[in-house]
Every structure is written in C-alpha cells, then in structure tokens.
C-alpha cells in the first residue's frame, strides 16, 4: 500500500533535497571559534544572528526523524500542526504528508530566514501539499503568538534551542488530551527536558535515539 509519503510527487523531491541537504559538509561560520557558536546557539538574544549564519544551510532532520514524525502524526491522527524552524521544509513535508493521509488539516509552519521561507514554499507546492500548509515568515515567538488553532494535535521544535521552552508555553494551552510534542536536538535546550521530564509538569516524555524527545500531553 502506497502513501504520500512513499509516492510521487513527494517520495523523489525528498530523495533531492536529503541529497542535496547531505552534500553540505561544513558550516559557514568563518573565524567565529566554537565556543561563541555554542555561546550563540544556546542565547535567547544571539539566536537570530546564529541562524542568520546558517541562511543557506539545510539543518534538516534525519531521513529517520522524518519518518518517525510521519508515523506519529498519523497515529495521533492529526489534524493541526505547529512547527517551530521551517528551513527548507524536509519536516514541512513529512507532516504535511500524514495530514493529507489522515484525510486533511493545518500546518502552520513558523521561519524567521526570507530566503528558506520562499524555497520551503516552493518545495510544498511541488510536493501537491500547499493547501495544507502555511509557513509564517519571522520570529516564531510573534508568528507562533496568536491565530492558533483552538485544538493542536501535534508540535514540533527544530527551531532556535533556547526558545524550546518559549515557543511551548505559547502552544500548550491548547494541546488536546494525548497532543504529542517532537523536539529535535532536545539535548541542547536542557531547561526544556528538565520541565518536560519533571513530575506534574502535564507531560509523559521519553528520549527518541540521541537527539530527539517525544512527549505527550496528559490530563
């Protein structure tokens, strides 16, 4: 049995854009030394400069995490979905894949960076999948603020890490009963993981591999 995901037009657009997302073998960071790059990655003021270096990287998921995130919006059967860190759509289109099979729905889709919003745009109408997706060009902690869905199926942060906490307490209040949140990279946002691991927080969380975390809304 096929589905979006394994069929045309999407199956051969992902097969590009892995490859071409793999053949970036080394990030443009120039004379910056590692440790201001990790000073960058885990400031809630540095962040956008951060990303601003990294315009014209992928930074996409794994093919792995793509299809784990395929597979948990189909089983959770979701219908709206919030995504912090568009880049160039990889995530974009596993999502939007299971809610076309999940017989439609929302993504709403959140990048600060001009030039990915266009091409990830551009990469969801090639895909047959722009009627149900719609990515917010700007800070996520204003295109993430307001005109949500009442009821939210699913999150997913691959955004800014230190605003992992940020963008959730935006969305949560209106996660349904058993609404999942996918957090990649989970490991570089530790006040994150402290909260969504910690008892009477709301959350049932559990570590995917080495890098991602899934958690579930409770109550």
């Known amino acids: 049995m096929t589905t979006t995901l ?26 910056i030394s590692d440790d201001e790059i990790q000073s960058m990655i885990h400031s809630k003021t540095e962040y956008l400069s951060f990303y601003g270096l990294m315009k014209e990287m992928w930074l996409p998921v794994s093919r792995e995490s793509g299809l784990l995130l395929y597979m948990l919006a189909r089983t959770a059967n ?17 999502l939007a894949a299971a809610l076309r099979d999940n017989g439609g729905g929302r993504l709403i889709g959140s990048e600060f960076e001009p030039s990915k919003v266009v091409q990830a745009r551009e990469h ?12 917010r060009e700007g800070d996520a902690l204003t295109t993430l603020a307001t005109d949500l869905p009442d009821s939210v199926d699913l999150l997913l942060l691959d955004g800014a890490k230190a605003l992992y906490t940020d963008i959730l307490a935006l969305v949560e209040n209106r996660f349904r009963p ?17 909260h969504v691991r910690s008892s009477g927080s ?18």
């Not at 969801?124 to 719609?134: C, K, M, S, T, W």
């Not at 058993?178 to 402290?194: C, Q, R, T």
Request: hydrophobic share 45%; aromatic share 6%.
């Open 124 to 135: 969801v109408a090639q895909a047959g999948l722009a009627d149900l997706v719609e990515i």
């Open 6 to 31: 394994t069929s045309a037009p999407l199956a051969p657009l992902l097969d590009r854009m892995f490859a071409q997302a793999n053949s970036q073998t080394s990030l443009p960071t120039g004379d």
């Open 78 to 94: 979701a219908h709206n979905i919030i995504e912090f860190g568009t880049s160039f759509g990889i995530s974009t289109l596993h």
């Open 202 to 219: 709301g959350y049932l969380s559990v570590a995917f591999g080495d890098d991602v975390e899934v958690s579930m809304r409770i109550g």
């Open 178 to 194: 058993g609404a999942l949140i996918v957090a990649d990279n989970a490991d570089h946002s530790p006040d994150y993981l402290e």
